[in-house]
């Protein structure tokens, strides 16, 4: 059986989708999206992060060893060892050596020494949603071409950044007419899970600490998407995406 996915806001994401004709903002709207994580999350995904299970129904992408990034408060006593030159640097805003000015490798050592990226729990990812075929088409082309790295610019070389990810947002939002902050996508996801999602299951999706935040979008859910995008759902015919997958046997 065939299970029909009716969210609110379908209709404004493939607004965004449809109307550019870049794939790589495509993948971006839908990692994020589907994921539900956040922007720095979504740019260190990699291939490997990703298994497809057939055995369900419906089908299912696992994702495991998900990225975590958390906010510490306080740094300042902090020291990492540069993974050049080996000097000891204050861990701070920046990730840039202050002996061999070399960019990224403190935050390569602190990942690995000190396990400053946490990583998620797996969860699932409905294969039966629509923007699914745009991250099975994304790792279909990733993994054809040795790329493990989903967001990395194939020219430079380079991780692609926040302030890309931010760029790129802005850019589809102000052309479509359609607010796209950051986190836009994240709480969306968060709403259309909030109404078969108990608030500890939204805590632990979403690796939120507050249970105030779960209490918030359990009780508005996907109302209150829809009240911030004028739309009526009295009449709306809504299925969890994520809730029901049974095995076959």
Request: glycine share 6%; charged share 30%; with cysteine.
């Amino acid at each position: 059986m065939k299970l029909e996915c009716k969210f609110v806001g379908w209709e404004e994401i493939q607004r965004v989708v449809d109307y550019t004709d870049s794939f790589l903002y495509k993948e971006l709207i839908g990692y994020l999206f589907e994921t539900g994580g956040r922007v720095s999350e979504v740019l260190s995904l990699m291939t490997r992060n990703f298994r497809l299970r057939t055995d369900t129904e419906p089908n299912i992408l696992v994702v495991g060893a998900m990225p975590l990034h958390s906010r510490k408060k306080d740094l300042s006593n902090v020291m990492v060892e540069c993974s050049r030159c080996g000097v000891l640097n204050v861990v701070s805003s920046s990730d840039e050596c202050w002996n061999c000015k070399e960019k990224g490798l403190l935050a390569l050592r602190w990942y690995e020494d000190r396990g400053w990226q946490r990583m998620r729990k797996p969860f699932p990812i409905n294969c039966n949603d629509p923007l699914a075929p745009i991250i099975l088409e994304s790792l279909k082309r990733h993994r054809e071409k040795g790329e493990w790295l989903i967001f990395r610019n194939r020219y430079t070389r380079k991780n692609y950044t926040r302030g890309w990810a931010w760029a790129v947002l802005k850019k589809l939002g102000d052309e479509t007419g359609i607010y796209l902050y950051p986190n836009r996508l994240r709480q969306w996801r968060a709403c259309q899970l909030s109404k078969f999602l108990s608030e500890k299951e939204l805590m632990e999706w979403f690796t939120w600490r507050n249970v105030n935040v779960a209490k918030h979008y359990t009780e508005s859910g996907s109302l209150g998407l829809a009240e911030s995008l004028g739309v009526d759902i009295s009449t709306a015919n809504e299925c969890g995406e994520v809730a029901n997958l049974k095995l076959k046997r």
